[in-house]
């Protein structure tokens, strides 16, 4: 193996500091505040408060319960069928804002639970959004101390500015209280495949928005993923990045054959991070608009899932670093980019963690974007599908370890009894298998981890005190098929891929476990410190209850919070049928189905688990947590689809 020639891109040079809003300034929340989706705009998911411990846990209680303003929306309007309840709150002098699956958004008493106001922004209108459908992950929160204002990047393709004291428009924002973020992304663009689900980053006096695009080509003519920043007084468009280079720019000559000019995609569809001292901001990218097949893009597509570190006041790129060349998996950068500060061999970093959809965490110098530790070009499996001109390596970190399996062997399967075994492998021979970036083929390939697999948007949680950066995941089996378009269709590549979750024998999984898991890694070695299922796992099965197993962990997305004194992880429900949307029929609804829902807490340093509190349902976004009239709280959202859509509030008594 050869060392990876690390490319660091752009002018890296003296970072120009901005006077950016004080109370996200910190890598910790102020004064039990929680201001950004992450706690700050680091991403750590960490909160110096302590009056929960490991003595008093166990009497966590329920202090309200909050109900989505979809509930009523849904009834007045049917056709409306909105997904998980995702949005994690913020917390500001006393108060949570938050969005709905349906981009409303509420202010709510934070002592209470008690609804402020509610603000519709009516994206119904235009018909249920791209890609997911009704889903959205929160709002972002500005202020300068004369006045402040909640911003929301909507379904259907809006930027907005509300007063954070009445949730009414500020009508000197954009035009009226918006911005169309359909507008100016050099090509026409459908409303109907342009979305925005994760909350957009202010950065002094600045407002970052991504956008959610389907992967999946629907037409040939898919919205680029182009970031902006607006001017979060005005909504004036203040810059630009092109996230699919132009002809004449940096990365333009990784698209072959003009591809760059027609090729949708390459979008931030996560949460992005930002470093308010050095005044950069952390894009985490994902795949082009066809992102199973490659044959009409040749080239390692930048800034395809890429990590690309911009100066925040002008968009001028710092640097950026391809975690996957000329991507065919799916792999999108997938979670929030941790910001950590860590001691590498006697030095201190200011570092910049990503977790990946892969099962490894990536580690930079957040200033310059070196890695931390060495990365390795390794051959990868070739593709043998017309038309495919795979990438010949792909850059792997040497530390941390994996944190999930990767690459699928018959050693891999399920083998409690020799019975299972044998079935497990004849599920495996029916498809195409091999080590990590093994390609998609007609046949169809199972990819470990799967498009579902590894990290997820739940994102990591890190410990300032300790340098622990806490990842959960799942083992999640994935096999992609090739095929041509549908008969008709205007698309013009020569293969599509579709995906499905592979089942193991008599409704097992086909790999063995943890399925799913949560693992904390010293980030100033680089080594792992231990990993805990997470879960029961399906150890209750008719044929695996004689045999007395442990903990399996649950293959389902878990959410992480760590605090001075605890971690705790809350675990998603299962999906039940999914169902056809009225006006999308291709996007396929899942309901919700709740299964063992619960707060785990854990020991930080050990992983040892110390107490389970029940929830009503499992949970569906984010954990967050605050402090307001002499309490701790920690919300946890729940619900949506076929499930009342709810926050929780636990405190003490």
């Given amino acids: 193996m050869r060392r990876a020639a690390l490319v660091v891109s752009g002018l890296v040079g003296l970072a120009v500091t901005l006077a950016l809003v004080a109370r996200a300034a910190a890598p910790v929340p102020p004064r039990g505040e929680w201001p950004t989706y992450g706690g700050t705009h680091a991403n750590a998911r960490y909160s110096p ?7 008093n846990v166990r009497q966590l209680r329920v202090a309200w319960r909050w109900v989505s303003p979809d509930r009523e929306l849904q009834a007045s309007e049917p056709t409306i069928r909105t997904w998980s309840n995702e949005a994690t709150p913020l917390m500001v002098g006393g108060v949570l804002y938050v969005s709905t699956s349906a981009s409303q958004v509420a202010a709510i008493d934070a002592r209470t639970g008690r609804t402020l106001w509610v603000h519709d922004p009516k994206i119904w209108v235009h018909g249920t959004p791209a890609n997911f459908g009704y889903v959205h992950r929160g709002v972002a929160y500005w202020g300068d101390g004369r006045s402040a204002r909640v911003l929301i990047g909507t379904g259907n393709g809006y930027l907005l500015a509300l007063d954070a004291r009445t949730g009414a428009p500020i009508r000197s924002f954009g035009r009226d209280g918006r911005v169309d973020l359909v507008e100016g992304l050099g090509r026409p663009v459908d409303r109907r495949w342009y979305s925005v689900t994760s909350p957009p980053l202010v950065a002094g006096d600045v407002v970052i928005v991504g956008s959610s695009i389907q992967g999946w080509p629907m037409r040939p003519d898919m919205p680029p993923g182009h970031v902006r920043a607006f001017d979060v007084r005005s909504g004036t468009l203040r810059w630009t990045f092109h996230s699919i280079p132009r002809r004449g720019e940096w990365g333009y000559a990784t698209w072959q054959d003009g ?4 090729v949708g995609g390459v979008n931030v569809w996560t949460v992005m991070s930002a470093d308010e001292e050095l005044g950069y901001i952390y894009l985490p990218f994902s795949p082009a608009a066809n992102d199973y097949y490659g044959g009409e893009r040749a080239g390692d597509n930048l800034f395809a899932e890429s990590l690309v570190c911009l100066e925040a006041a002008t968009g001028r790129r710092v640097w950026h670093f391809q975690l996957v060349r000329h991507g065919l998996w799916d792999y999108d950068l997938p979670a929030a980019p941790n910001l950590v500060d860590i001691t590498v061999a006697g030095r201190r970093v200011r570092a ?3 977790v990946t959809k892969q099962g490894f965490v990536y580690v930079f110098d957040r200033v310059t974007g070196r890695p931390i530790w060495p990365l390795e070009d390794r051959p990868v499996p070739q593709s043998t599908v017309p038309g495919e001109k795979t990438a010949a390596t792909q850059p792997l970190p040497t530390k941390p370890a994996p944190f999930e399996r990767q690459g699928l062997t018959p050693d891999d399967v399920i083998d409690f009894t020799p019975e299972l075994r044998t079935e497990a492998l004849a599920i495996l021979d029916r498809y195409d298998r091999g080590p990590l970036f093994t390609p998609p083929s007609e046949r169809g390939t199972v990819l470990v981890p799967g498009i579902g697999g590894g990290a997820s948007w739940a994102g990591a949680a890190f410990d300032p005190d300790t340098g622990r950066l806490y990842v959960t995941s799942i083992t999640a089996p994935t096999v992609v098929r090739l095929r041509p378009p549908p008969a008709g269709s205007a698309i013009r590549d020569r293969y599509v891929g579709g995906s499905d979750r592979v089942m193991g024998p008599q409704g097992l999984p086909l790999l063995k476990p943890p399925y799913g898991r949560l693992t904390a890694i010293d980030l100033n070695t680089g080594e792992h410190a231990w990993m805990a299922p997470v879960g029961e796992g399906p150890r209750r099965h008719p044929l695996l209850e004689p045999l007395a197993l442990g903990k399996l962990g649950w293959s389902r997305r878990s959410f992480p919070l760590v ?8 675990q998603a429900g299962r999906a039940g049928p999914r169902q056809p949307v009225t006006d999308h029929p291709w996007v396929l609804v899942p309901t919700l189905v709740s299964d063992d829902p619960a707060l785990h807490v854990f020991d930080k340093a050990s992983g040892e688990p110390i107490a389970k509190i029940a929830l009503p ?10 402090f307001t009239g002499g309490k701790q709280y920690v919300v946890v959202p729940i619900g949506g689809a076929n499930l009342p859509a709810e926050l929780i509030a636990l405190s003490l008594p």
Avoid at 563 to 570: D, G, P
Avoid at 617 to 626: D, F, Q, R, S
């Fill in 563 to 570: 605090t001075k004194t605890l971690l705790f992880v809350a």
């Fill in 49 to 55: 408060l302590d009056q929960i411990t490991r003595d």
């Fill in 259 to 262: 591809s760059a000019d027609i």
């Fill in 352 to 354: 910049v963690a990503q």
């Fill in 617 to 626: 349902e499992n949970a569906t976004g984010a954990l967050m947590t605050y």
